[in-house]
């Protein structure tokens, strides 16, 4: 009997710390793997907003239903103030701007080895933040805080939420981490160098050449024979694009080269507080197809 009771007592308690209050703030993230973090600390409280990104975080224009939404929130997370240039603009006293990258140590900049103009990437940092599950955390602990702060009725959920959310990002990349185990010294080179910090959380190689085709709408004849040396040297198979739209081909390159598109943002994934993982474990699966294929 006594058991019984301590456990309703128990089941009460807990019943009482996760009541969640709705919540009329309106809050804006703006790419979706960090909307999807956000959507994750909020999950049963509110849905945050996503800006109507197609593919990539650098070439986006905003739209005018992105800024309405913008313009009557009261908070907008965000990665980074030289990625998404046009949150200032939104700045008023009563709105809270977030900027995630504060909360994370940025890697610098990789130099991009094959572009046609020499790009001075000193001091230049590196903001695909996400792409680290350990920064994804960081990130998760930061919203879970701000939102507190603002909204304190609801701020056991939030933590509660948020506690919930990193355990789950810890159990799926332990699986990740070991399906990549075996392709950890495996070649490649990317169209695009998105994935820092994904390699380097993972500890995979870096690439063996990093072309930044958005910089460049060509690659010339002395970069592409350079190129080719390089993939038949090293023995490369593997060229990583981040979007269908890249130019190169890679028959161009090495006659039994692939190219297999690594999408940074998911583009092609629902939104909501599943898709970071989804996110992750899409660019793991797709790394892995290029090799064993
Ligand atoms: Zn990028």
Same mark, same amino acid.
């Given at each position: 009997m006594r058991h019984l009771l301590a456990f309703f007592l128990l089941l009460l308690f807990t019943l009482y710390h996760n009541t969640a209050f709705s919540s009329n703030l309106k809050i804006v993230a703006t790419i979706k793997p960090i909307h999807s973090l956000v959507a994750s600390v909020t999950d049963g409280i509110l849905e945050p907003d996503l800006l109507d990104y197609t593919t990539s975080a650098h070439d986006y224009i905003l739209k005018p239903s992105d800024a309405s939404s913008l313009e009557s929130s009261d908070v907008i997370f965000y990665i980074d103030d030289s990625l998404e240039?046009?949150?200032?603009?939104?700045?008023?006293?009563?709105k809270e701007l977030v %900027?995630?990258? =504060?909360t994370i140590n940025l890697l610098p900049a990789r130099s991009h080895s094959f572009s046609k103009q020499i790009i001075d990437? %000193?001091?230049? =940092?590196?903001?695909?933040?996400?792409?680290?599950p350990e920064n994804a955390k960081s990130m998760i602990l930061s919203i879970s805080t701000t939102l507190s702060n603002i909204d304190k009725e609801n701020a056991s959920s939030y933590n509660h939420n948020a506690m919930k959310a990193i355990k789950r990002i810890d159990q799926e990349v332990e699986k990740i981490a070991r399906e990549l185990n075996d392709f950890k010294n495996q070649k490649y080179i990317v169209?695009?160098?998105?994935?820092q910090y994904f390699e380097k959380y993972f500890g995979l190689n870096h690439p063996s050449?990093?072309?930044?085709?958005e910089e460049d709408s060509y690659i010339g004849m002395k970069s592409l024979m350079k190129l080719k040396k390089i993939m038949k040297d090293e023995n490369v198979k593997c060229i990583f694009s981040h979007s269908p739209e890249d130019i190169i081909k890679p028959e161009a390159l090495s006659n039994d080269a692939k190219m297999v598109i690594l999408d940074p943002i998911g583009s092609d994934i629902e939104s909501g507080k599943d898709a970071y993982l989804a996110i992750i474990n899409n660019i793991t699966q797709n790394f892995k197809s290029c090799f064993v294929e």
């Amino acid at each position: 009997m006594r058991h019984l009771l301590a456990f309703f007592l128990l089941l009460l308690f807990t019943l009482y710390h996760n009541t969640a209050f709705s919540s009329n703030l309106k809050i804006v993230a703006t790419i979706k793997p960090i909307h999807s973090l956000v959507a994750s600390v909020t999950d049963g409280i509110l849905e945050p907003d996503l800006l109507d990104y197609t593919t990539s975080a650098h070439d986006y224009i905003l739209k005018p239903s992105d800024a309405s939404s913008l313009e009557s929130s009261d908070v907008i997370f965000y990665i980074d103030d030289s990625l998404e240039a046009f949150i200032k603009t939104f700045a008023k006293d009563n709105k809270e701007l977030v %900027q995630l990258s =504060k909360t994370i140590n940025l890697l610098p900049a990789r130099s991009h080895s094959f572009s046609k103009q020499i790009i001075d990437v %000193q001091g230049e =940092k590196d903001l695909h933040i996400w792409l680290s599950p350990e920064n994804a955390k960081s990130m998760i602990l930061s919203i879970s805080t701000t939102l507190s702060n603002i909204d304190k009725e609801n701020a056991s959920s939030y933590n509660h939420n948020a506690m919930k959310a990193i355990k789950r990002i810890d159990q799926e990349v332990e699986k990740i981490a070991r399906e990549l185990n075996d392709f950890k010294n495996q070649k490649y080179i990317v169209t695009h160098d998105a994935y820092q910090y994904f390699e380097k959380y993972f500890g995979l190689n870096h690439p063996s050449a990093i072309l930044s085709l958005e910089e460049d709408s060509y690659i010339g004849m002395k970069s592409l024979m350079k190129l080719k040396k390089i993939m038949k040297d090293e023995n490369v198979k593997c060229i990583f694009s981040h979007s269908p739209e890249d130019i190169i081909k890679p028959e161009a390159l090495s006659n039994d080269a692939k190219m297999v598109i690594l999408d940074p943002i998911g583009s092609d994934i629902e939104s909501g507080k599943d898709a970071y993982l989804a996110i992750i474990n899409n660019i793991t699966q797709n790394f892995k197809s290029c090799f064993v294929e």
